[in-house]
């Protein structure tokens, strides 16, 4: 492996961490501000996020990529999703970093070398948790900070994206 369990683990507590300060720079009147009419709005980006490292995991460690196992786990999380609010897709966000350490802590360096056919591919389940997982919170992150950029967080930047912190203040010269 490329990553040891506990640098992969690491890694996706350290996405966790990134999302909820960023979710914490939204401000409740811009819920459903969305880029475009299709897109997801705010609320429904993170409403989302609070389900898809879960339950892509889920889908993994079971082989699910099919349509019919992907269908059994994705409409009840979606609809579980859906009916959160904001307060409650965060709390589920900021549970994800220890759910990821106890369902992947257990696996053994066999586990992640598994194959699993994902539509007639064979991946690796380690690499599928970071091409899937770890990939889709970095891309759904940069796709939050970006409606909180559109949103006027102008006060935004490159450390609350990739560090998860405000920018210390500037000292005076």
Partial sequence: MVLTKDELIA????EIRILVHLAGKVDPAQLDYRPT?????TLELLQYMA??????IAIIKADGFNRAALGAAWSPAEKAAKAMTFDQAVA???QQADHYARELGGWSDADFRRDVDMFGRKFSRGALIVSL???GHAAYRMQLFLYLKTCGHDELG?????GGADMPPKKPA
């Fill in 158 to 162: 490159t450390m609350n994206l990739w």
């Fill in 133 to 135: 997982v770890i990939n």
């Fill in 51 to 56: 389900i898809m490292g879960p339950t892509q």
């Fill in 92 to 94: 589920a966000i900021r």
């Fill in 37 to 41: 009419p299709k897109q997801r709005s």
């Fill in 11 to 14: 890694a996706l507590e350290q």
